[in-house]
C-alpha cells in the first residue's frame, strides 16, 4: 500500500505476528476458501490460462504468469513457504474453490501486511466464467472476517484492512462498494494500468471493531 517513503515497518508499534500455526481455511455459504495446496497447480493454471484476457490489464501477473504447470508449482510452493516464513511474513495467496465441485473459482489474500499498525490490502480475481454471482462479495466478506477476526477464534488477528482498485476497474470497485466499505483514497493518476494509462487510485477502509466477524459484515452504526 502507498506510504511516505521514509516510512518503514519497523515490526514496532503494534508489532504483530501471524498466528502460530498458520492454518488458511474456512467456508462461505457456497466456497471453500483455503490456502493453496501443490496438488492444486494444475487447477490454478486452467483458471488462469481460461480467464487471461479478462483478468488483463488488472492483475499484471496475468500477462506473463502460470504460463506452464512448472510456473503454477513454483508459485503454490512459495505461498506455502510463505506462511511457514513467519518473520518474514507479508503476503500470501488463497484459493476461491466452489464448495459444490471443488472447482478453482478465483484467488484471493492478504498483501503488504504492516506489523506497525497491523494493516494489510485484500486483493482479489474471479475466473471469467463465474463472475458477476456474487463469487467475489461472498469470498471477500468472509476473508475480512478472517483477517480482522482474533488469532484465538483462528483469525489473522489484523486491526485494519484496505481494498485498492484503479477507479477504471468498475466491476472490482463494487465488491467493497457493496460490502458498505468505507471510502478513503482516491489519489489522481496514481495507478498505472497498461493499454489505459495513468488512472485514478481509489481505495476503501474498515476496522476490526467495525467488522461483524460473525456475520461477515459492518457492525450496525
Ligand atoms: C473484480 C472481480 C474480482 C469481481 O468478481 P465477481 O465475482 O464478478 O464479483 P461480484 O459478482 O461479487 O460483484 C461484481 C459487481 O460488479 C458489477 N460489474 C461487473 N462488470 C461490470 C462492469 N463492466 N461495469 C460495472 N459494473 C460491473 C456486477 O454487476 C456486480 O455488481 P452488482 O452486484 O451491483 O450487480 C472480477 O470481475 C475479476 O476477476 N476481474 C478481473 C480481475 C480484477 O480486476 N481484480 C481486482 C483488481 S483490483
Known amino acids: 500500500m502507498p506510504r511516505c517513503a521514509?516510512?518503514?515497518?519497523?515490526?514496532?508499534?503494534?508489532?504483530?505476528?501471524?498466528?502460530?500455526?498458520?492454518?488458511?481455511?474456512?467456508?462461505?455459504?457456497?466456497?471453500v476458501v483455503r490456502a493453496y495446496e501443490l496438488t492444486d497447480a494444475a487447477a490454478l493454471l486452467e483458471a488462469v490460462s481460461s480467464s487471461r484476457e479478462h483478468l488483463l490489464p488488472w492483475m499484471a501477473w496475468a500477462r506473463a504468469g502460470h504460463t506452464d504447470i512448472v510456473e503454477s508449482t513454483h508459485y503454490i510452493a512459495s505461498q506455502i513457504v510463505a506462511l511457514r516464513a513467519r518473520k518474514t511474513f507479508?503476503?500470501?495467496?488463497?484459493?476461491?474453490?466452489?464448495?459444490?465441485?471443488?472447482r478453482l473459482l478465483g484467488g484471493t489474500g492478504v498483501h503488504g501486511v504492516h506489523r506497525d499498525t497491523a494493516s494489510a490490502e485484500v486483493g482479489y480475481w474471479i475466473r471469467a466464467d463465474a463472475v458477476n454471482r456474487g463469487v467475489c462479495t461472498e469470498s471477500t466478506a468472509h476473508?475480512?472476517?478472517?483477517?480482522?477476526?482474533?488469532?484465538?477464534?483462528?483469525?489473522?488477528?489484523?486491526?485494519?484492512?484496505?481494498?485498492?482498485?484503479?477507479?477504471?476497474?468498475?466491476?472490482?470497485?463494487r465488491v467493497p462498494e457493496k460490502l458498505g466499505l468505507r471510502a478513503e483514497v482516491m489519489q489522481r493518476q496514481d495507478y498505472f494500468v497498461q493499454g489505459?494509462?495513468?488512472t485514478d487510485r481509489l481505495g476503501w477502509g474498515v476496522m476490526a471493531e467495525e467488522w461483524d466477524?460473525?456475520?461477515?459484515?459492518l457492525r450496525e452504526p
Open 90 to 102: 507479508n503476503n500470501v495467496g488463497i484459493g476461491i474453490f466452489d464448495k459444490a465441485d471443488g
Open 143 to 173: 476473508v475480512l472476517s478472517w483477517a480482522l477476526g482474533g488469532q484465538e477464534s483462528g483469525g489473522l488477528g489484523l486491526r485494519r484492512i484496505l481494498i485498492y482498485c484503479s477507479a477504471a476497474n468498475a466491476a472490482s470497485s
Open 6 to 31: 521514509n516510512e518503514v515497518d519497523t515490526g514496532l508499534g503494534l508489532g504483530w505476528t501471524p498466528p502460530d500455526p498458520f492454518v488458511i481455511r474456512f467456508e462461505t455459504p457456497r466456497l
Open 196 to 198: 489505459i494509462g495513468c
Open 213 to 217: 466477524c460473525t456475520h461477515h459484515r
